[in-house]
Nanobody, 115 residues
Framework: QVQFVESGGGLVQAGGSLRLSCAAS??????????IGWYRQAPGSGREWVAI???????NYVDSVKGRFTISRDNAKNTVYLQMNSLKPEDTAVYYC???????WGRGTQVTVSS
């Protein structure tokens, strides 16, 4: 089974930037052929999809982050990144990564954007 460890979160002012990382370990033999997504869960809300990257490197984003967030992957490092620019208070959430096909969730990384 694969384990995901998210990192890079923190406290930032509105308009600032953060770069999140998601490192996969364990059974990573299929990492490079799977689509992977970043998800987030704000206080009192359910988990929502934010960005997805396919094995071919194609990406898609939820409308609220288009033009501000960029997802990328480094298959040699079994790692996925989320570059977040022009952050807004509504981006405050715990951010997670996972395969599109599902799997065990990591602990996530907290992103807090102050106004």
């Amino acid at each position: 089974q694969v384990q995901f460890v998210e990192s890079g979160g923190g406290l930032v002012q509105a308009g600032g930037s953060l770069r999140l990382s998601c490192a996969a370990s364990g059974s990573t033999f299929s990492f490079n052929i799977k689509s992977i997504g970043w998800y987030r869960q704000a206080p009192g809300s359910g988990r929502e999809w934010v960005a997805i990257i396919t094995s071919a490197g194609n990406s898609n984003y939820v409308d609220s982050v288009k033009g501000r967030f960029t997802i990328s992957r480094d298959n040699a490092k079994n790692t996925v990144y989320l570059q977040m620019n022009s952050l807004k208070p509504e981006d405050t959430a715990v951010y997670y990564c996972n395969y599109l096909t599902g799997g065990a969730w990591g602990r996530g990384t907290q992103v807090t954007v102050s106004s």
